[in-house]
């Protein structure tokens, strides 16, 4: 079943509405394309489901939300992303980058300039606000947990988020509506179009894990393409903190010989990138292939210079990365770099919220990612 078949205007909750915050408009226009076509393929005649908005701050740095059209009795559906750091704001005559806290309270004002007119309220936070802070050790915040009980507090009844560092985080929550998606036919579909000869089998082909946390999104890609799985373990000193986390030791190996095969390794986030590259370096000592990364979210918080000398040095062939974020001009012009398009995922996700209906009615990933690598094995294009 396609978006097609189920954007009816008559089976919708209500009107569709969709706000993008700061930083987000490019993803939000393509996410629109998609709806508008379903719609007139269903027989609308909608031209456009964006409404404009903005959060406008005094010199003082204090801020509010405005929405500049009614959105009365409107299935309301907002994209923000937290974690794009290019969004910039005035303050004392300074210019100040937003941070995820910006964000957040950018979407806060914004659902309060709704002012319960709304008849649903969803957010789509693909980076999931303090998600990173997934667990409790001594006295310590749990950010994300108390942002998801503000936002239901403030009426909001779904939230999607894509690829959660831990999507237990939804406990917090267990009344509201929380989809935690990954993107995985998406990412297979990008990884074979850039690379054409890559073979997806146990004689060519090897998932690895970077660490135990990543074992279930490497496990799934394992499983569905029948290949084996290895893993790393990250040996960490626990007797010291650096820049709020314990550092690694060493990175030691559990797993079937990896020499000769192409290697996937799949996370949610590249952000300094040293993980990853120590991997790597350590995955060629035992004679890999070629090495294609993956993470969700490709930030490079410490630049792009340690990955072009392992790109050039043969050690890296490719890093995928969605465009659920931030991506810097810079890390977009990188031959090594490919861009996982995720807005048509997004968009079926808003058409089956609504119309109330399951989202596996509209796409299923696991028989899409059959349909693929049949296509892939045969030889036919994709």
Known sequence: MTGETVFNQQDRV????????N???????????????????????ETNFLVESECPRFSSGDGKGVIKSSI????LFILVDVGNYSCTYKLFGKENAMSPDDHFQDLKRIIQAAGGKAHRINVIMPLLYGGRQHRRNYRESLDCAVALQELRQLGVSNIITFDAHDARVQNAVPIMGFDNVIPSYQTLKALFRSYPDLQPDRDH??????????????MFYA???????????????????????????????LGNSVEGKDVFI?????????????????????KAGRIF????????????????????EGVISGVLGTNLTYRTPELLQRPWFHEVDVSKYIAY????????????????????????????????EI
């Open 223 to 253: 499983s569905i393409m029948g290949v084996d799985l290895g893993m790393f373990y990250k040996r960490r000193d626990y007797s010291t903190v650096v820049n709020g986390r314990n550092p690694i030791i060493a990175h030691e190996y």
């Open 14 to 21: 209500a009107n569709l509405c969709i706000l993008t915050l």
């Open 23 to 45: 930083g987000t408009q490019e993803l939000g226009e393509k996410i629109n394309r998609h709806l508008v076509s379903w719609a007139q393929k269903g027989g609308g005649t």
């Open 72 to 75: 009365r009795g409107d299935d």
């Open 266 to 286: 799949a996370d949610d986030i590249i952000s300094s990138g040293e993980s990853m590259l120590d991997i790597a370096y350590e995955l060629k000592k035992r």
């Open 205 to 218: 082909l090897m998932i690895v894990s970077p660490d135990e946390g990543a074992m279930h999104r490497n």
């Open 293 to 312: 990364a993956y993470a969700t979210y490709a930030i490079f918080t410490n630049g792009l210079a340690t990955f072009d000398k392992a790109y050039e």
């Open 349 to 380: 996700f808003i058409a089956a919220i609504n119309h109330d209906v399951s989202v596996s009615q509209i796409i299923d990933p696991h028989e899409k990612i059959r349909q693929l690598l049949e296509k892939k094995r045969s030889g036919q």
